[in-house]
């Protein structure tokens, strides 16, 4: 068979492949790694030619814009995941800015090996939600890429995509493969392997690409992923049953509340414009019972702050976009830049207390998000995040009382739903739910705060306590 | 009525507007303008403190990032218009952008103009989509700005909110005064006005700005809007009704074919590296029948241009966030970076078309969306886009054959739907409204150009020659 009708030949099933992804609602990501003036971008550009523009999307991830310095490192490549059914080629992934810094000395060792962990998890956590993810390494010796570069740079038409750092790799060639095939190894797993590629040969490194892609969703689609549920890695904060959570006595007069309301408020006004200075961003989840008080509370954490620098999020049901991606992509896309304050009133933990409830998501889906949840949460702190999160109690009985005092006011009836009851009816198999949450997402770098809100006015002023308490850890 | 009093009243009423505006799916833009050091951020945070956080956002406009740049100037404004039923506060606008590059020199008087014109095309659309606009001027004389910028100086915790600009402006005060004048005056319209407010008294400041919110609202809820129609004041180029195309003849040969095809995508490939070059951005969209052969043609067009630079865009019917919005503005959200091509398979011309024809828009809406079209199209061009638009043309025969044989060929049958035989029982419909949409939207800056497609390779070829030549005129 020729070289020309082989070509012909992956390139039609290539083209199948992505109506079998569609059909199946695989989400496709190909990562595309290797030396600079390996070949990558024009492999790339030969294998998608054939393929159908409307259904993939090619990323070039070798320029980090200012915007996205400001987000954690795997923001930037978060927000891309394909939808379900859809390609997303990766034109250089996470292995370059980490290796690169390391290799630069702007990260120390220690740094490196955590986001190395950091990438680990999040590739497991993308074929463990559904995603196939297919990643290269495009190899060419020292002495053909110093060839390769020179060729580039005798004409004026090709000069122009050497950079300094291309020439840079090639002069520490030696120092770079040493990283180089230590991160490979790393992050080498069952879940997303590595292909190494020797870039000898342009037509060969298309025909092995194309026909590895094919072959992996091939047997991705005969063999369904089974994801393992992890042990617990993290120290765990102590935590208590929501039972044995006193809501009695925690109360406020009007005249005390008004005094610490002012003087935390004000408190926390400053220590928002020092956050902002020093470019901490800070991340503050609400969940509790509805009726709880958690719009009133959010109001006074939120009146205290520049409204140039923190957003509140409302998170109703996932849109058809959302729903088609892993499920925290729309958390990623809601985090605050650093400096800011993302407020969120309900959050990612949905996945574990209304999805695995009312059936939305699989067992194993949930099961699994406990530790998918505290490797994200892990990852915004070493981001230098403070991550804040609550829960507001109430007992049975407020919540009959306040349900009923919004059914018989007419200005409040917008905020009683058919829903509302029906979730009360739950009461016990949420108690059990959230009392499994709390205690399987309490890390020390994450714990849960409650909130006693049988007296709106006394979690009010404990949120603002817990907040402002938070905030002066880290900025001193 | 003590002033403590009238302003618990104002904020009381503030909050209860943000239920109006929920209740009727009013959008609400709030734009603050007004001199360095007038209390503009101030004057927002005592506005927003007491409305409910999570049905509102606060847009901090001063800063332009470098990703902003890449894209027209109205672009980081548009893509921030708020959903239907919530508030968006804009602290600065495209006026502070504008004036200051006029009065910098670093854009021409019939530059200055051009935007100006822009900004005012712009809000009025806003307000004929059904947003309420709102426009603030806070203004403090020379003196008294001086003053508040050494006061501000003076403390060593409020010293670094005095930047360049505003001792600039302050050294300028006459100068900025005349084109500040200027701007409001022929941005003040009846769509939405500018309230000009004397910034001397802080108090009295948010007193004005939230009760004039207030009537706003009210009037808007009130007395809706009613949005002319406007006669089409741009030079328009020369159509021919789709009757008068002719499509016999319009054949090639399969080898004809496969020259022509290699040597225009390996000139459309040099072409796109100039572009990228040079910052030029492309827009191409494609309308055309159902089968007609887009997909096919995009793919001839896609194939030649390296993947990091271009983006094709599969246009489906609108999702609940974007039908809460403007009709452009998940356009706005799709167009390319300086530099890079995008490729819509169906666009926004699905207003004046499939909208128009099973009424998802009203009539006034679709009449109004041709002018809206041409300008939305003038403001890309401005900015310095290509825009090739085109629409591929069959006969109903042509298209009865192709229906056929994807009905009866398995491989082809999921690009058949019923909504396909559906919309071919309105041929003669749609017909006429694609005929008054070519006649009304054939500008000089972005004519229609039509592929004749009953023989697809004759209009992959002329779909890439006249890319090719409108991108060299840019090029030279």
């Not at 790799?169 to 392997?193: H, M, R």
């Not at 990623?332 to 009133?345: E, S």
């Not at 990852?379 to 109690?393: N, P, R, Y």
Request: charged residues 35%; aromatic residues 12%.
């Amino acid at each position: 068979m020729g070289k020309s009708q082989e070509k012909e030949i992956y390139r039609n099933e290539l083209a199948k492949r992505q109506q079998i992804i569609k059909n199946e609602g695989l989400p496709v990501i190909v990562i595309l790694e290797g030396w600079s003036a390996s070949g990558k971008g024009s492999a790339l550009g030969s294998i998608i030619k054939f393929m159908d523009p409307r259904f993939f999307r090619v990323y070039n991830m070798d320029v980090i814009s200012e915007e996205d310095k400001r987000y954690p490192f795997l923001y930037r490549h978060a927000i891309k995941m394909p939808l379900k059914g859809q390609f997303s080629f990766f034109d250089g992934s996470m292995m370059d800015e980490v290796t690169y810094r390391y290799l630069k000395g702007d990260i120390s060792e220690k740094e490196y090996d955590t986001k190395v962990n950091s990438i680990i998890n999040y590739e497991r956590q993308l074929r463990d939600n559904g995603y196939l993810v297919v990643k290269f390494f495009l190899e060419v010796s020292e002495k053909e890429q110093r060839s390769r570069i020179n060729n580039l740079l005798d004409s004026k038409n090709t000069k122009w995509r050497v950079n300094k750092k291309d020439l840079w790799q090639n002069k520490n060639y030696k120092k770079c493969k040493k990283v180089y095939e230590d991160y490979l190894k790393k992050t080498d797993s069952k879940a997303c392997p590595w292909h190494m590629i020797k870039a000898d040969d342009k037509d060969q490194v298309e025909a092995i690409i194309a026909n590895t892609i094919i072959s992996s969703i091939d047997s991705a689609v005969k063999n369904p992923w089974t994801a393992d549920i992890i042990d617990n890695p993290y120290e765990m904060a102590k935590v208590k049953k929501l039972s044995k959570i006193e809501l009695k006595g925690k109360e406020l007069t009007d005249d005390e509340y008004k005094v610490k309301l002012k003087k935390l408020q004000k408190e926390l006004a400053k220590l928002h414009n020092k956050l902002y200075r020093k470019k901490i961003p800070v991340i503050i989840a609400y969940e509790g019972w509805d009726a709880a008080g958690k719009g009133g509370n959010i109001k006074r954490v939120a009146s205290a702050l520049d409204p140039r620098g923190y957003e509140v999020f409302p998170i109703a049901s996932p849109s058809s976009e959302e729903k088609n991606r892993h499920f925290l992509w729309r958390f990623y896309n809601r985090l605050p830049k650093t400096g800011h304050i993302a407020i969120f009133d309900r959050t990612w933990y949905g996945r574990v207390m209304v999805e695995r409830l009312e059936g939305f998501c699989s067992e194993n889906d949930w099961k699994r998000a406990y530790n998918e949840i505290n490797e994200f949460e892990k990852d915004l702190t070493d981001w230098g995040a403070v991550i804040i999160k609550f829960w507001v109690q109430i007992d049975k009985e407020t919540q009959l009382e306040r349900f009923t005092l919004r059914q018989n006011t007419p200005e409040k009836q917008w905020k009683i739903t058919d829903e509302d009851w029906r979730n009360r009816e739950k009461w016990d198999l949420y108690e059990d739910a959230v009392n499994e949450m709390i205690k399987k997402t309490s890390t020390k770098f994450a714990p849960w705060h409650i909130l006693e809100s049988n007296d709106k006015k006394y979690a009010r002023i404990k949120a603002l306590e817990i907040i402002v308490d938070e905030i002066k850890k880290v900025t001193g």
